[in-house]
């Protein structure tokens, strides 16, 4: 994170009830262990809101895991948040990524767009999470509609709109099916990125201002770092 550009520099949009953050891989959105960047508190103290909210820390309203990069949802009031939250579990946000995998065998007949559906169960011992076909105890329903944009020599290019939101989600119905994320070892992947995070983008978030009127914000966050891969991507 050295000479890593500012959290308020990243900032894509910005009203007085909330704001969207173009996160770095390797942030944490919210308090976590020691020695990981707390971009919530990081953002009070370079856009003044400890004075300007009386103490209230912008608050993320879903959480981006640490290797993820993108669009970051926080609000910075406690009525914006509880709306947000709601929003959230009425289904009303969507949420989009982009996934550089690791290419698949030939023999993994993968459709070029398909629905997954699996039950997440978390280890929080391990900070793991594993993607059942069969609900079991302790599980969650897990839901994703995935795209394949493309192909490469060594990677397939996906974009993936999340419908429910559960612990390392896309990390683990994707590890289920044999696909594995660029850098991902946690989940498979065979080595790690250089800057240690993972090739899962938060593009795109659409959500219900929290005004009380029926306006839906549409905000869309440009990988943070430019290289050939995120290039090539775009270009699909």
């Avoid at 020695?35 to 981006?64: C, N, W």
């Avoid at 609000?75 to 550089?100: D, H, M, S, W």
């Avoid at 938060?202 to 290289?227: H, M, N, Q, W």
Wanted: net charge positive; with cysteine; glycine share 8%.
């Amino acid at each position: 994170m050295v000479n890593a550009p500012s959290a308020e520099s990243r900032i894509l949009y910005l009203h007085e009830a909330c704001l969207v953050l173009n996160k770095l891989p390797g942030e944490a959105v919210q308090s976590t262990a020691s020695g990981i960047h707390d971009v919530s508190r990081i953002l009070a103290v370079q856009i003044g809101e400890t004075a300007q909210g009386k103490g209230f820390f912008p608050a993320a309203v879903h959480r981006l895991d640490v290797p993820v990069s993108g669009a970051s949802l926080f609000a910075r009031t406690p009525k914006a948040l509880a709306f947000l939250n709601a929003a959230f579990a009425q289904g009303r946000i969507e949420k989009r990524y982009l996934a550089v995998i690791e290419k698949p065998p030939s023999s993994l007949a993968l459709p070029e767009t398909g629905e997954l559906v699996h039950w997440i169960k978390t280890d929080t011992g391990r900070n793991k999470s594993v993607a059942y076909y069969e609900k079991v105890p302790g599980s969650k329903k897990a839901i994703l509609h995935y795209r394949i944009k493309g192909y490469g020599d060594h990677y397939l290019f996906m974009e993936i709109d999340l419908l429910t939101g559960r612990h390392h989600q896309i990390r683990a119905q994707l590890a289920r099916l044999g696909l594995h994320i660029k850098g991902d070892l946690k989940y498979g992947a065979r080595r790690s990125e250089p800057a240690g995070g993972i090739r899962l983008h938060g593009y795109s978030l659409c959500f219900p201002k929290p005004t009380g009127r029926d306006e839906v914000i549409s905000v869309t966050a440009p990988p943070p770092t430019r290289d050939r891969l995120w290039e090539t991507f775009e270009n699909l």
